[in-house]
């Protein structure tokens, strides 16, 4: 018996996932701009605090959104959020490369705890595709 996708359901997951994106993108963003503007913007100073957590709820809600989302998807579905969930921290990373050089305390440090986790969720959602039954 094959288990076709609930896309109803996947809706408020999806949603979660993407709130999450901002978040970690809205954090690393402000980093960014205040590593290569070597701090001219007191926003960002005075607000580390908040684009920090921004970064940390963003990370949880992406996983959990993700998790959710890929459960309620088939097997393309689960194959394609997990191919851009294992290739997108390795994208940004890089990205940070060429905006930070090499910096350990640069801005995009942050996103290597970041990276390990979601590198391996998108594996996990691969072999969940490889293992789920065509649809």
Request: aromatic share 10%; net charge positive; glycine share 14%.
């Amino acid at each position: 018996m094959h288990c076709m996708p609930d896309f109803g359901k996947a809706i408020p997951w999806r949603a979660i996932a993407n709130c999450g994106i901002g978040l970690l993108t809205i954090g690393l963003g402000a980093f960014s701009v205040d590593f290569v503007s070597r701090g001219r913007f007191e926003l960002i100073d005075d607000h580390y605090q908040l684009f920090l957590t921004a970064i940390s709820i963003g990370l949880l809600a992406t996983l959990l959104g993700l998790i959710g989302w890929a459960k309620h998807l088939g097997k393309q579905g689960r194959a394609r959020i997990g191919v851009i969930t294992f290739c997108a921290p390795i994208a940004v990373c890089l990205l940070g490369g060429l905006i930070g050089g090499t910096n350990v305390h640069g801005t995009f440090y942050l996103f290597l705890f970041a990276m390990t986790p979601l590198s391996l969720l998108g594996l996990v959602l691969l072999f969940m595709a490889a293992a789920s039954p065509r649809n």
